[in-house]
C-alpha cells in the first residue's frame, strides 16, 4: 500500500492513475479502524479500480476538545489492518497540511447541519464538510463511500456534494454490528464492561421500532423506546426521533413507509450514535 502524507502528492498520484482510465474509490476516515470501516473499503474495492483511503482525525468538527485529545489513534494497527485487505492508497496528512490558521467555512445545508447531532455539536458538520470538501478536492473520487452508522452525515455530504455540483458520486454502506447487535464505532473502546453491556438498549430500542412499525402509531413507538432507554440503566438519552429518510424532518413519515430511526446515548463519557432504516 502506498502511503502518500502531502496534497501534492495525493493529488498527483490520483490524477494519473484517473488520466490512466482508472476509477478511483474514496473512503475517508478518522481511524482506529474496525470491520464497519473495512467494509466499506471492501465495497469500495468492487466498485472501482484504485481505492483511496484517508485516515485523518479532522479538528474541525470536534466542538469539545477533550473528546479530540482522547480519540484513538492506533495508526500501526491501522496501515496493518488496511494492507491486509489490499488498500491501494492510504492518505495520512498532517493537521498542518490540511489547513491554515486562519480559515473560514461556512456552507448553507438548509438547517440539516442543525437538527439531532448537528444540535448537540455545533459547528459538527461544517467541520465535516469543510474536510469532506478538501480531501474530494486532493483525491479526485470518482465514488466516494460512506457509513449508514452516521446517517445524517451520508444526508449532509449529500447536500454539499447537490449544493457544490460536485462530480463525485457517493454510496451509503451497510452498518456492522458486533454479534450481540451494537453498531461498531471507534469509541466503543472507551466503554467499560459495564457500559459494554449496557449500550445493548440503543440497538433494542431500534429493534422495538422496528417490531411495531406499520402495527402502533409513530407517536406510540417513540414514546415507548424513549420510556425503554429513559429506564435502562447507565443510558443518558440524547436523544431519538423518527424521521422522514431524506430531510430528516420529523413531522412527514407515516408508520409503515419509509424512514429511519435515529439515537443517540450517552454512557459515562461516551456518547454513541445508531439508527435503522424503516420497514
Ligand atoms: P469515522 O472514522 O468514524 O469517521 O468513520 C469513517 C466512515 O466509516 C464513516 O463513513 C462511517 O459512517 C463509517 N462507519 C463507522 N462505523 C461504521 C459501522 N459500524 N459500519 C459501517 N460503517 C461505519
Known amino acids: 500500500m502506498k502511503i502518500l502524507r502531502t496534497r501534492s502528492e495525493i493529488s498527483a498520484y490520483t490524477l494519473q492513475q484517473k488520466q490512466q482510465g482508472k476509477r478511483i474509490g474514496f473512503v475517508p476516515t478518522m481511524g482506529a479502524l474496525h470491520q464497519g470501516h473495512i467494509s466499506l473499503i471492501n465495497l469500495a474495492k ?3 479500480d484504485l481505492v483511496v483511503c484517508s485516515i485523518f482525525v479532522n479538528p474541525t468538527q470536534f466542538n469539545d476538545p477533550k473528546d479530540l485529545e482522547k480519540y484513538p489513534r492506533p495508526i500501526e494497527h491501522d ?3 488496511l494492507e491486509a485487505v489490499a488498500c491501494d492508497v492510504l492518505f495520512l496528512p498532517e493537521v498542518e497540511e490540511m489547513y491554515s490558521s486562519d480559515e473560514k467555512w461556512e456552507l448553507a445545508l438548509d438547517g440539516l447541519d442543525e437538527i439531532l447531532e448537528g444540535k448537540h455539536r455545533p459547528g459538527h458538520y461544517q467541520g465535516v464538510t469543510q ?5 474530494f478536492q486532493y483525491t479526485h473520487p470518482d465514488i466516494a463511500f460512506f457509513g449508514q452508522k452516521d446517517y445524517q452525515q451520508v444526508q449532509v455530504i449529500e447536500k454539499m456534494v447537490q449544493k457544490l455540483k460536485l462530480a463525485v458520486a457517493l454510496e451509503m454502506c451497510p452498518i456492522i454490528r458486533e454479534a450481540d447487535g451494537l453498531a461498531m464505532s471507534s469509541r466503543n473502546v472507551h466503554l467499560s464492561p459495564t457500559e459494554r453491556v449496557q449500550s ?9 421500532i422496528k417490531e411495531g412499525w406499520g402495527k402502533k402509531s409513530i407517536e406510540i413507538l417513540k414514546q415507548e423506546a424513549t420510556e425503554f432507554l429513559e429506564k435502562s440503566p447507565g443510558i443518558n438519552v440524547g436523544y431519538l426521533e423518527i424521521c422522514a429518510p431524506n430531510n430528516l424532518q420529523n413531522n412527514h413519515p ?4 419509509e424512514a429511519v430511526a435515529l439515537v443517540a446515548a450517552s454512557l459515562g463519557q461516551t456518547r454513541l450514535i445508531d439508527n435503522i432504516l424503516l420497514p
Not at 200 to 208: D, E, F, K
Open 200 to 208: 445493548l438498549a440503543l440497538y433494542q430500542s431500534l429493534m422495538h
Open 131 to 135: 474536510i469532506v470538501f478538501k480531501l
Open 254 to 257: 407515516a408508520t409503515g413507509s
Open 79 to 81: 496501515i496493518a489492518q
Open 46 to 48: 468492487n466498485k472501482s
